[in-house]
């Protein structure tokens, strides 16, 4: 057995250095892992201000669309390199216009999509009030003497016609 000056056998100390090597990669990688949860916590936040494209009724984090995960890789990237929520946001609508967006902002170009709604169902109401209104005020017309005797032709022969 091959002993250091110190009276270690050279086992123990190969031993003794992969335990405090593997100790500090492990302690390293939970380091790692805190920020690793952090990015993939902003990442997510970010993709769920996000519509996919593909599925268009769900943000890009809850989607499992092969473009939605191209589009989370993306965003994770950019994330990577040190860019600004606003700086992803700004590139998205760049790229893929406002659609992107679960909640466009509100200018003259989204204005339909943001009022749209509440001018149709106007519009829908007072429809229905004008017609209601006419319904009411309509006098039902009588019958001239030509019209009472084709109707009256067409009914069958009874006692008491209405219309005689």
């Known amino acids: 057995m091959v002993r250091d000056p110190n009276g270690w056998p050279m086992r123990w100390t ?53 473009l939605a995960a191209d589009l989370r890789a993306k965003i994770g990237e950019e994330v990577r390199q040190g860019a600004t929520d606003a700086q992803v946001r700004a590139y998205m609508v760049h790229r893929y216009g406002d659609f992107v967006l679960y909640r466009p902002p509100v200018k003259p170009a989204t204005w339909a999509l943001w009022f749209g709604p509440f001018v149709a169902l106007m519009v829908g109401v007072s429809v229905l009030w004008r017609t209601m209104l006419r319904r009411r005020n309509v006098q039902p017309r009588l019958l001239d003497e030509d019209e009472r005797r084709r109707v009256n032709e067409w009914l069958p022969a009874q006692d008491e016609s209405p219309l005689r």
């Open 14 to 66: 190969a031993v003794v250095l992969l335990l405090v090597t593997l100790n500090c990669a492990a302690w390293g990688a939970a380091g790692s892992s805190t920020d690793d949860s952090h990015y993939q916590a902003r990442v997510r936040q970010l993709a769920e201000g996000f519509r996919c494209l593909v599925c268009q009724n769900q943000s890009l984090a809850d989607s499992n669309a092969d």
